[in-house]
């Protein structure tokens, strides 16, 4: 009976959790300056990210990370838009993946800093500048809490927080936490951005890259590679699970214009020559 009435009072705690998790979290951004309702905490999101990359791993047969100078370069170039711009605010732990599909153009964020490109948008890229716009806008989708307000609205943040919480304070997470944690993934690897979130994320990005020293260009020429590579009508992957409003190319065309009205300065760089280096000849 004793056992019976903890197990209830366990219950019970974790349904109020949830509760007070739903109607109580109301976070500042210190970023974009939005309140936001959002079930999961910062540290709670990196819990979850840090717990989701072996999932993600498992979808693409483990083929990620497989070449450690690549990897690093990938991260050389995140940390520094991270670390040079006001994206340091919030203090993720970032890592930047990248998963061997040589068919699937695609580049997507998990909560709390865990983000991904896959070597066919990779390969298609040919600046650093490009590079530092892909994983710029991914950083925006992360500071942005766009992930965890779509698990929230799914109603699945409470159960998350939960399974988070108790996965790291024991350190293991047991079976039901785990199948919460991959149901997670699910819903990010299979998420659409809605329009805000996308423009929010590249007005972020651009901003981010800027400030890291790339030319924002670079952002641009990353939604005309896409765009041209659309086949057979086929969007890549990249635009369907980061929907394309059409005018996006004019919206940072303006952007740029109205933070550089006289001009790119000469000082923000394309870094072709790195990125040939660190990558291309690798892919020869
Ligand atoms: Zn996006």
Do not use: C
Not at 18 to 34: M, S
Not at 54 to 66: F, G, K, P, S
């Amino acid at each position: 009976v004793l056992q019976l009435l903890i197990r209830l009072g366990i219950g019970l705690l974790f349904t109020l959790f949830g509760l007070i998790n739903y109607y109580g979290n109301v976070a500042d951004n210190p970023i974009t300056g939005e309140r936001q309702r959002v079930q999961l905490s910062v540290q709670q999101e990196i819990a979850l990210g840090r717990q989701s990359v072996d999932d993600v791993a498992r979808q693409y047969n483990n083929r990620i990370d497989l070449d450690p100078p690549i990897t690093q370069y990938i991260n050389r170039v995140g940390q520094r838009v991270v670390t040079q711009s006001k994206a340091r605010k919030i203090p993720y732990p970032y890592q930047f993946h990248l998963i061997y599909d040589p068919r699937t153009i695609n580049a997507f964020a998990l909560p709390g800093g865990q983000i991904f490109i896959t070597t066919a948008l990779l390969g298609r890229l040919n600046s650093e500048a490009q590079l530092a716009g892909v994983l710029g806008h991914e950083v925006g989708h992360v500071v942005g809490r766009h992930g965890s307000e779509h698990l929230a609205k799914q109603q699945l943040g409470g159960a998350l927080a939960n399974a988070v919480g108790i996965a790291t304070s024991d350190g293991y997470g047991g079976g039901r936490q785990a199948q919460v944690v991959a149901q997670a993934v699910n819903q990010m690897l299979s998420l659409k951005y809605g329009r805000n979130d996308e423009l929010e994320s590249d007005r972020l990005g651009l901003a981010f890259m800027t400030e890291a020293g790339y030319d924002p260009r670079g952002l641009v020429q990353l939604m005309q590679i896409l765009d041209s590579s659309r086949s057979g009508g086929e969007p890549p992957e990249f635009l369907s699970t980061h929907p394309n409003p059409g005018n996006r190319v004019v919206k940072l065309k303006e952007l740029i214009t109205q933070n550089f009205p006289n001009g790119i300065p000469p000082r923000l760089e394309q870094g072709k020559q790195s990125f040939t280096q660190n990558v291309l000849v690798r892919f020869q």
